[in-house]
Nanobody
Framework: QVQLVESGGGLVQPGGSLRLSCAAS????????MSWYRQAPGKERELVAS????????NYADSVKGRFIISRDNAKNTAYLQMNSLKPEDTAVYYC?????????WGQGTQVTVSS
């Protein structure tokens, strides 16, 4: 079955960096786009970044452009989100998502807290 497991979250000071990982299994990872979402307390889940199956094409929310970088290693079945210049408003639970055979799969999420 499809499984997505996020890791790498934590507490970081404003201006700091974190790298999130999403380990995938149960499907042919290299043939599916991947995406990262986040959900802050009291807010709706929002798309942060997405990447094509090959990694050649990426898209970002305006709020993270120039600060976050999405990437993937198809040999390791893992997607990444490098987050730089973090701001308090980046505080949220971050989820990775895959749509496999028209069904949406989510990981359990990893908490990112940006605070001094």
């Amino acid at each position: 079955q499809v499984q997505l497991v996020e890791s790498g979250g934590g507490l970081v000071q404003p201006g700091g960096s974190l790298r999130l990982s999403c380990a995938a299994s149960g499907f042919t990872f290299s043939t599916y786009p991947m995406s990262w979402y986040r959900q802050a307390p009291g807010k709706e889940r929002e798309l942060v970044a997405s990447i094509s199956s090959s990694g050649d094409s990426t898209n970002y929310a305006d709020s993270v452009k120039g600060r976050f970088i999405i990437s993937r290693d198809n040999a390791k079945n893992t997607a990444y989100l490098q987050m730089n210049s973090l701001k308090p408003e980046d505080t949220a639970v971050y989820y990775c998502r895959a749509v496999v055979w028209f069904r949406s799969y989510w990981g359990q999420g990893t908490q990112v807290t940006v605070s001094s």
